[in-house]
DNA sequence: CTTAGCACTCAGGAAGATTAAGTGCTAAAA
DNA sequence: TTTTAGCACTTAATCTTCCTGAGTGCTAAG
């Protein structure tokens, strides 16, 4: 749907005025602040059409309008004009991550981190999908006594490891001979396709050896699940003195996203790759997003995925500028990224 | 300061009806539904003393009466009689921790997860304090072609791990060596100690083998620092809905506690071992935490720190039962630990 | 020492009035 | 035909006033 140029232009006066108050704007308001050249009474009757089209709501009759998720659908897509960083931002987000990393997995928190104070809002980094992933190296190692550590190292540069009870049942000398089979017989594989069927891959000569593999096999296998995956939020206190806070479940809702953590997740891994992805309200099958808008950036490099980082804040967000900043900072992410040849998935995270 | 019978009936009546309802209580209620035998007058006589001694306060003067801070911590002192956890509670417990716990790190997770459960607070699980941890054993683990794992198991079973870019100035063939001489210098030693001056007890040779080891002695370092512990919660939803929640403070200064974690940290180190530890409102110095009461139960066996698990909920905490929830919770916790022989500290959080 | 009785206090809610912001529509002006 | 001034109308929010109910402290009688 396209709209005339004057409609855009009273569209964008009361996003931005919207934005900056959080109050339903009124039809002299514009009138008189943005001067467009007409009337209230012209902009009065632009404001019902834009209403009728669905781009601005009214929370009552005798209110004002507020944009609705459609109009700012539309505002980002067609009308507003992505503002520059200023030169002082990127030094700032170029700073940060010019630091010499030698802990890969601070990067990524290191970007979400700028992201929150740059933008105000809540930010979030999440590890990498390994569904299509394969195996790099797996390496067994024993620890102290009774302990057994896991690791895998994934072909996007990702690890994931875990420990498990060392059984006395599982001689220690057999330690580098599975470790050596587990290499030959997995190296390559995707992720998921092992996790479907493990034994299928695993059990000739792995059973033979010893009984009591089982363990080994099931942790092994949980490592694989591509459902294992890390979130980490910056800056959630940010968005609790909002306006839209005060309705009651309005908080609730965040509070629920924070905790189960599933509805980003599932945005992480759908986002369309090298590119920004908003998703405003109710565009997002989600009940307990439906008051805020998600962005997500998810990085790539050479077809590996290596995570995804992103924003929430209120519909009311200030796209313009924030849009361009997460590109930013994807983008100098990833140029980071490929200099240091890997990402690590972040569930090491000493500090 | 000692109360007579009567000033603890009427204290011990006033706490149980302020838990049930969050509201002042008046001295007819409790005239009326806790048959003291005494008329409302008399109680009104005794409230007044009661608030002169300091263990009730009135919210104003035509309302009725809360406990104060002191008047809980007189009433879990020396009045509350605790009580017997249900067959059906214990069972739920003994259940969940019986399972054949492969993973350790799990297992305080699990503890934790309880306690929300059981309680409907939030309950928290931390872990250990490292300072006096000795060094067992260090692994560094070679992972594809650009990195190192260090892997420290410390003589608590807790094991901390990080991977740093490997460096290609550090031959391949001394890894072994490294490691051997690690172990050597520093097996058995304390971890604080080796913090304050790890040159001291690594430079003759590393440096020599090689000029670049600086990441890794770094890295070496970081992971015996102190402050570097987890924490984990749960259920903090739980306390979204209490009443006390409504005052807009109540609930910024919750969220602050969860995003901060300062003061979760500090209270776990403070925690006398062996006892379940409680901190009524202003008893513990964080203002955030002044309208909150935690409890916290440090887990150890043989001297050996394993942890902390605890609750946060409103001071106005159903003591009598919570107490020994956390107290039998921690119990099993530790026979656990026992059997499994080791805990790990959960930074290694493959799910 | 206990309690009945009573005057007093005060937060919270209901009812009503007022205000301010904004609308839609009509008719005149451009 | 489009724009705009003007005006009647709507409604949420705020303020005021009044009232009620829960609770107190104190006094005097039991």
Avoid: W
Avoid at 162 to 173: A, H, N, R, V
């Amino acid at each position: 749907m396209l709209l005339d140029d004057r409609k855009k232009r009273i569209l964008e006066a009361v996003i931005e005025e919207y934005n900056a108050t959080a109050e339903p704007v009124g039809s002299t308001k514009i009138a008189n602040d943005y001067n467009l050249g007409f009337s209230s009474a012209t902009i009065r009757n632009e404001m019902a059409n834009l209403e009728e089209l669905g781009y601005l709501e009214q929370p009552h009759i005798s209110a004002g309008r507020i944009p609705s998720s459609q109009g700012y659908r539309f505002y980002i897509d067609s009308i507003m004009q992505e503002k520059n960083l200023s030169v002082q931002e990127k030094q700032i987000i170029d700073e940060i991550l010019k630091e010499d990393v030698i802990k890969l997995e601070t990067l990524i928190k290191d970007a979400s981190n700028i992201l929150a104070k740059l933008t105000n809002y809540a930010s979030i980094a999440i590890g990498p999908q390994m569904t299509n992933c394969k195996v790099e190296e797996i390496k067994l190692v024993k620890l102290g006594q009774d302990r057994l550590m896991i690791v895998i190292l994934a072909d996007n540069g990702a690890i994931k490891e875990s420990i498990i009870k060392y059984d006395g049942t599982l001689p220690e000398e057999n330690i580098e001979i599975f470790n050596t089979y587990l290499n030959h017989s997995l190296k390559g594989m995707n992720f998921e396709e092992i996790y479907n069927n493990i034994n299928a891959y695993v059990e000739n000569e792995l059973y033979n050896i010893s009984t009591n593999v089982i363990p080994l096999v099931n942790e092994l296998n949980n490592l694989l699940v591509d459902n294992n995956v890390e979130v980490y939020m910056e800056g959630t206190k940010n968005l609790l003195s909002l306006p839209e806070m005060k309705q009651e479940n309005t908080l609730k809702n965040f509070l629920n996203i924070i905790e189960t953590q599933d509805a980003l997740k599932e945005l992480a891994k759908n986002g369309y790759d090298g590119n920004v992805n908003v998703y405003i309200g109710q565009e997002n099958a989600f009940e307990d997003l439906k008051d805020f808008t998600i962005i997500t950036y998810k990085q790539k490099i050479n077809d590996k995925e290596l995570g995804t980082i992103g924003l929430i804040g209120p519909k009311r967000m200030d796209y313009k500028k924030v849009i361009p900043v997460i590109k930013y900072v994807g983008d100098v992410l990833q140029e980071k990224m490929k200099q240091g040849g890997s990402f690590d998935d972040g569930q090491n995270n000493a500090k």
